[in-house]
């Protein structure tokens, strides 16, 4: 999966509110990309109605339930660690039952079960439906499973518990899956094909959330460029939909319009991108409506022609550089941000040197930048030896973060002097006496408090940065107010 902004936050346990006396207490925790964490409030919203009310105390729960990433071992290892923790809870409060979901649920199955032994149910990230039958069978004494992938799931009619919400920003998924078959990606395996979602259930969600007060959301997806709706199914079987159905079929860029048109005011984001399935219609709807952000992440995961091939990824050096070129000219203040991977199967110096070049080319924004991890079940892992020594690797990683922080301090030095709308999100880590936000690049920025307050749209005056924070002081509201 193409790693997204928040991808790389840390397992986060969520409150839900309204409370209800009385209740089952459920511990919920998500590791990885936004789109798990945008499940666990699907999965507070199925589990409110069984009487689940969420805890932040793990010792209270009555159910502990993880949502899990299988990106990189790494993020398994996380995993593990919070069993044992898990397990050490439960021997104090022995009726604690544990349920894993998300894309190690799916990967290792039954597995699960038995190499941890903590582990009462394993939950697939199509099944959560089926949570309060699977938490009847656990209840009954019994290990609970459900991994079947779904060819029509997209969880459409939940309408998610906002959880650890600031009350200004929101995800909301569009599709579910992906058909590309990267050849290093685990997705494929653990989320399934390719689903959208109903524009009308989303253009519903996003005027309820604006209704709430909501000002900024995050349309969600393993790869949102390939929405498309013409009125349910795979998207592979497109083909066999009928004249009427194609006729009157949703692709992103129409999405796009539709969500931003129903809510001029709320700003529109989308995550994540694919760059052989963006295509201009995306660019043009971006920057035809003010209120879609300047704003996309690209993830291109190398520079080398001959390593893109290996890794599948349907698009050349030139074909993204190309891609690169359109959105610089018809959106000429986009933010741009990567992912990258270092030392995939049978890199060269000269391949490295190319993701270099090209990085030189682009200047991205920001960058979510990794070793390779080989991953269990993927066409790399079956086809190609992981080659590449881990010092190697590590240098090159270090070479790419050192050319990415070069390439965002200019960006952030070129915005001193400017002005920028920022949408307050919270208060700035560093300082309470300061705002923190986003301008409509992604980057963030922190100014005096004076008398705005969260949720506020605040045009700020850039006076200085580092790498990845502006630094401003606000002249006053923004006309989005
Ligand atoms: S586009 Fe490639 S990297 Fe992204 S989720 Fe699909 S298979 Fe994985």
Known sequence: MEKTIDEKKQGNSLVMEPKAANSRKLFIESYGCAMNFSDSEIVASILSKEGFNTTQKLEEADLVLVN????RDKAEQTVRKRLEKYNAVKRINPGMKVGVLGCMAERLKDKFLEEEKIVDLVVGPDAYKDLPNLISEVEEGRDAINVILSKEETYGDISPVRLQTNGVSAFVSITRGCDNMCTFCVVPF???????RDPQSIVEEVNDLAAKGYKEITLLGQNVDSYL???GGLKKDFKNATEIQKATATNFAALLKLVAEAQPKMRIRFSTSNPQDMTLDVIEAMAKHRNICNYIHLPVQSGSDRILKKMNRLHTREEYFTLIDNIKKMIP????SHDLIAGFPTETEEDHQDTLSLMEYVK???GYMFTYSERPGTMAERKLEDDVPEKVKKRRLQEIVDLQQKHSRRNTKQAVGTVVEVLIEKESKKSDAH???RNERNTVTVFPKENYKIGDF????INDCTSATLIGEPIGYSDNN
Do not use: A, L, P
């Not at 653990?190 to 959208?196: K, L, M, N, V």
């Not at 203040?333 to 741009?336: K, V």
């Open 333 to 336: 203040n986009c933010g741009i």
């Open 364 to 366: 991205y924004d920001f």
């Open 68 to 71: 899990t990433c299988s990106i």
């Open 190 to 196: 653990t989320r399934g094909r390719e689903r959208s």
């Open 229 to 231: 709706w013409y009125g």
């Open 435 to 437: 705002w923190s936000g």
């Open 458 to 461: 605040v045009n700020v005056k």
